[in-house]
């Protein structure tokens, strides 16, 4: 059986300043790394395949 969602919980005050700075920060190189990698990958679908 189907469980229903939960609504999206709702930010306010510091919660909320924490994620603008949190969005508007710079990447780090770590993140800019992964970010590459995810752009090169290569996604085979299986699908079709008998």
């Known amino acids: ?3 229903p969602i ?5 930010f306010e ?3 909320l300043d ?7 920060r ?3 190189m770590k993140e800019k790394e992964i970010n ?3 752009k090169n990958h290569r996604d ?3 699908i079709g395949f008998d």
Request: no cysteine; hydrophobic share 45%.
């Open 1 to 3: 059986m189907v469980k």
């Open 6 to 10: 939960a609504p999206t919980p709702v």
């Open 13 to 15: 005050g510091d919660a």
């Open 18 to 24: 924490d994620l603008i700075k949190y969005m508007k």
């Open 26 to 28: 710079p990447l780090t």
């Open 36 to 38: 590459q990698r995810l």
């Open 44 to 46: 085979v679908s299986l």
